[in-house]
């Protein structure tokens, strides 16, 4: 009897502990557990289209905002650009109503409120960190000497933001892969007293030195492909096609393309259309067409007015400073309003922006028209230029024969969302772009130069600039931008097959 009340008091006991443990697995009572949320801009296949999202994003941001920003990958192998938030999902969507005002005038019309799971940050190595830049170029040789040019190709150095510089190896892999590369090069630098230690990607720090500038080969940078010879306005010569395709030249085959978007109405058929192609290698005009007439600029003019800036400062009556230096980039590489205007106004005004041009430049810009700032809301339709005024700009840039060539290479080669690579299925993600996108409701264009790759390793670089202009407002900007831009992407497609062929291109 004495063991039956024993076993039983056990039993009891035994019970009320998995009851316990039970309950304690439960939600408390008033404590609902819950996920966690972030706010998504982008989700690519493509690497550099999720970095160039980032950067726009990050450009519209307070520096605290900033720090929050993450490139992520997914299982599915996505890259992601979101804001890292961790937040519930009324505070993500409260996030997002606010980017989205601050983001209005960009392209990035895709951000949403995404649950916190199913992808993860990517991570870096970092080899040290010091105020000293010179210090950092010194330990990128050592580097480059013991672990070898593959990995020289992605070491850089940064500046962050409170004037450090940090010696980088982009590697952009999962944690424990990173950590696991950290520790080898760790034991192979220790004759040269480095180590190595991940860092999680950071899209806030500029890159400043490595073996290629913003993924441009110094050499380009500097050394002209062809030296000019006169710049002047000619007559415009029929294409010399080598390629043809479909028994089409090209320009014949961009010519049809646009009668069947006029045809099918996906453009009217007042619609105005503009194309030039020009080949620095064969040193012909591939494509003209319109390309004399003056149409709207939208932003595309933005770098004439670099052009003016620098016409100044070199003969002394401007200074390129720190201030002007960020203003210059935001103007040409996230392509903002009252930086233009700042720039203009330094200048003088439109007025004196088109007299600097017109009096110094008059061979390059005969069909230009600055009349306008750019007026709030970004509604500009006065400022005008034909497609062979940017093709002869681009080519004395690209020949070194604008004063500060070489900066405004540099600024043009910035990543930004261009029309003529980005989003090209056709065009390789290898190909360099030197470029400026225009986007109003009565015009999109993108003027640019690309640099293909050949399967000589060689370089080919093209200008392509190409313009639609609607002859009413349209009445839903979105619609008729993204219509607009494709249209462009498709004519970029077309002119990089016919250049494949030509130079036997990647």
Not at 30 to 44: C, K, P
Not at 144 to 156: K, M
Not at 183 to 199: C, E, T
Request: aromatic share 8%; glycine share 6%; proline share 3%.
């Amino acid at each position: 009897m004495l063991r039956i009340v024993k076993n039983t008091r056990i039993l009891r006991y035994l019970a009320l502990l998995v009851l316990i443990t039970t309950l304690s697995s439960w939600p408390v009572m008033g404590r609902v557990r819950t996920s966690s949320f972030d706010v998504s801009y982008i989700w690519t296949s493509h690497l550099g289209k999720a970095l160039i999202c980032l950067k726009q994003v990050g450009s519209v941001l307070d520096y605290n905002s900033r720090r929050k920003l993450r490139l992520v990958r997914e299982s599915s192998g996505n890259y992601g650009a979101i804001y890292d938030l961790n937040g519930d999902k009324a505070s993500a969507m409260a996030v997002l109503q606010k980017h989205a005002e601050l983001l209005k005038n960009t392209e990035l019309d895709s951000a949403s409120v995404v649950e916190d799971a199913g992808y993860h940050d990517l991570y870096n190595i970092s080899y040290g960190l010091g105020p000293n830049l010179e210090v950092q170029k010194e330990n990128y040789k050592k580097i480059v000497r013991i672990l070898g040019r593959e990995v020289g190709r992605n070491l850089v150095i940064q500046k962050t933001a409170y004037g450090n510089y940090a010696l980088i190896y982009i590697r952009r892999g999962e944690e424990q892969s990173t950590r696991s590369v950290a520790r080898r090069h760790s034991k192979l630098l220790r004759s040269v007293r480095l180590r190595a230690a991940i860092i999680r990607e950071n899209v806030n720090n500029d890159v400043i030195y490595s073996q290629s500038l913003g993924n441009v080969p110094e050499s380009l940078l500097k050394i002209p492909i062809k030296p000019e010879k006169t710049i002047r306005k000619t007559k415009v010569e029929k294409p010399r096609v080598q390629a043809p395709q479909e028994n089409l030249s090209l320009q014949e085959q961009i010519e049809r393309y646009v009668s069947d978007l006029k045809r099918t109405r996906t453009i009217s058929q007042n619609d105005k259309f503009s194309c030039s192609v020009y080949d620095f290698t064969t040193g012909k005009k591939v494509v003209s067409i319109n390309e004399d007439i003056p149409l709207q600029c939208a932003s595309m003019f933005k770098p004439f007015v670099a052009l003016a800036f620098f016409h100044q400062v070199k003969n002394g009556n401007m200074i390129y400073g720190p201030k002007s230096k960020a203003k210059m980039k935001a103007m040409i590489q996230r392509s903002r309003n009252t930086e233009t205007n700042w720039v203009m106004r330094q200048l003088g005004g439109p007025a004196k922006v088109q007299d600097i041009l017109k009096t110094n430049y008059s061979g390059i810009f005969t069909d230009t028209i600055i009349r306008e700032y750019i007026p709030k809301g970004g509604q500009t339709y006065r400022n005008k230029a034909s497609a062979h005024d940017y093709s002869r700009f681009l080519y004395a840039m690209w020949n070194g024969n604008l004063p500060y060539s070489i900066e405004l290479r540099r600024l043009m080669a910035l990543p930004n969302r261009d029309r003529v690579c980005m989003g090209a299925k056709h065009v390789p993600s290898a190909t360099l772009v030197y470029d400026k996108t225009g986007s109003t409701a009565y015009l999109i264009g993108n003027m640019a130069i690309l640099v293909a790759k050949g399967k000589d390793g060689k370089r080919y670089p093209y200008t392509l600039i190409c313009i639609i202009q609607k002859s009413r407002r349209a009445s839903n900007y979105t619609v008729w931008k993204n219509k607009a831009s494709n249209i462009i992407r498709e004519v970029s497609n077309k002119v990089y097959i016919d250049m494949k062929k030509r130079h036997r291109l990647i």
